[in-house]
């Protein structure tokens, strides 16, 4: 059965820092590209950063390039993200799934970015 459990999420002032991560188990994890994705109140989920099946391939949607940083070590089936100089318009809840959003979602993890 896949499941997709996020955490790291939390309450953290504008400029702050927070790493999220992503445990993946019930399908072959190293051979997907995976992504993260947030849907803050009132608005569509949207996809922020995505990563190859190998690590080396990455995109993030602009709003965040340059401060939110990708990232995977298959050894563990895990998938990382890095959120670094956070603005209040960072606030959701982030998910990981893979890039077209098949994966079964997990429940996600807060982020609240706020003075």
């Known amino acids: 059965q896949v499941q997709l459990v996020e955490s790291g999420g939390g309450l953290v002032q504008p400029g702050g820092s927070l790493r999220l991560s992503c445990a993946a188990s019930?399908?072959?994890?190293?051979?997907?590209?995976m992504a993260w994705y947030r849907q803050a109140p009132g608005k569509e989920r949207e996809l922020v950063a995505r990563?190859?099946?190998?690590?080396?391939?990455?995109s993030y949607t602009d709003s965040v390039k340059g401060r939110f940083t990708i990232s995977r070590d298959n050894a563990v089936n895990s998938v990382y993200l890095r959120m670094n100089s956070l603005k209040p318009e960072d606030t959701a809840v982030y998910y990981c799934?893979?890039?077209?959003?098949?994966?079964?979602w997990g429940q996600g993890t807060q982020v609240t970015v706020s003075s």
């Open positions: 799934n893979a890039p077209d959003g098949h994966l079964n």
């Open positions: 019930g399908f072959t994890f190293s051979a997907y590209f």
């Open positions: 990563i190859g099946s190998g690590g080396r391939y990455t």
